[in-house]
């Protein structure tokens, strides 16, 4: 269990920040490094070009890696998952009639792209639904099939936090010849992703939830076998080979850059953005996902039982230790999240679902604030 970390924080005490699955909050110290990124620009000439253009951006590359258990070879700097996305879709070519899955109620960037490849191919989309009861998991196996071109999939759903069971998803889609594309948005960072297991050939995450990141600067990862062969979605300068010799840029070469870097997005070094995005990165890493995440699994187990009372319960069977989605009573008002928010306690509302996320600043002080207002509210 991590002691609470809400001093690294911006955090003023009457504030009950649980909203992680909305915006993470940067640590001071990373916010430094940004604010330092910033003065720099003033001063272009002070400017150290190989760090800024290529040590820095490698560094992040690097550590966002060990998140994903993958190498730095393997990750392209990207500015949100919707850019990974569109990089699978634009690698991927199901077969007219075959199906692509997503799951009922995923997050757009995840379904419109999706859209758009079937509509070009002539494939179809199906949506795949649970019962109550359901996993999931369990759901999407079931929908697998020979059918199956590609399955496009979360490993927590943003709104009921439900958890894909992703190596036998994997596994299921791997025999009948499916691709595997994710959108780890809401969990990278905060929950383990064992790469071996699950073998993904696209998967993506924007860094500004759990990984506590600047907006729009994210991590792709690519699969060895797809890093020779696909096509970026942009043709760089920076990621050709020999970039780094500024003087002869117009040698025009053919070649890329090594690995999962000819799919980096256009100005990846990103001076504004990577300095702080590394500080967060080093953090969670320093911290430990296998801690952030059992930590948060006992935070969320507190916030179960001190909102069990008021009738409210996790939507789903098999939800991520991270992620709270609870389903309300139908006689909710409906300003319930603005009426929080007036209390200073911050939280989302997905559907008929009250999305509770919270993270390593967040103690019991907290909790039983929720918990009373909601008491009030309900
Ligand atoms: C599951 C999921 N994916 C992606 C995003 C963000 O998408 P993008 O980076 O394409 O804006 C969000 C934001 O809420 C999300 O919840």
Known sequence: MIPSQRALFDLPREVAYL???????????????????????????????????ADAPERYRALG????????????IVPAASYGLALAARNLEPDAGSEILVLDGQ?????YVWQALAERTGAKIRTVSRSDNESWTDALLAAISLKTAIVACPHVHWSDG???DLPRVSEAARRQGAALVLDL??????????????QPDFAVAAGYKWLLGPYSLGLCYIAPHHQESA?????????????????RLVDYQS???PGARRFDMGERSAFQLVPAGIAC???????????????????????????????LVPATPDRAPHYLGLTLPPDTPGDLVKRLAAEQVYVSQRGDRLRITPYLYNDETDITRLAEILKVIL
């Open 162 to 164: 439900g958890r894909v």
């Open 65 to 76: 890696a060990r998140l994903f258990g993958a190498t730095a070879d393997d990750i392209a």
């Open 231 to 247: 096509e970026p979605l942009e043709e760089n300068w920076i990621n050709r080979q020999g970039s780094e010799d500024f003087a």
């Open 281 to 311: 990165l080093e953090q969670i890493l320093d911290w430990g996902v296998d801690a952030i995440s059992a930590t948060l699994g006992v935070r969320t187990q507190e916030i179960i039982e001190a909102v069990a009372p008021l009738g």
């Open 255 to 257: 070649a890329y850059q």
């Open 19 to 53: 909203n992680a699955a909305y915006m993470g909050p940067m640590p001071r110290h990373a916010a430094a490094a940004g604010a330092q990124s910033y003065a720099d620009k003033q001063q272009p000439w002070t400017v150290n070009a190989q760090e800024a253009f």
């Open 185 to 198: 948005t809401q969990s990278l960072g905060a929950l383990p992703f064992d790469l071996e297991a699950i």
């Open 107 to 111: 997050f757009p960037s995840n379904v």
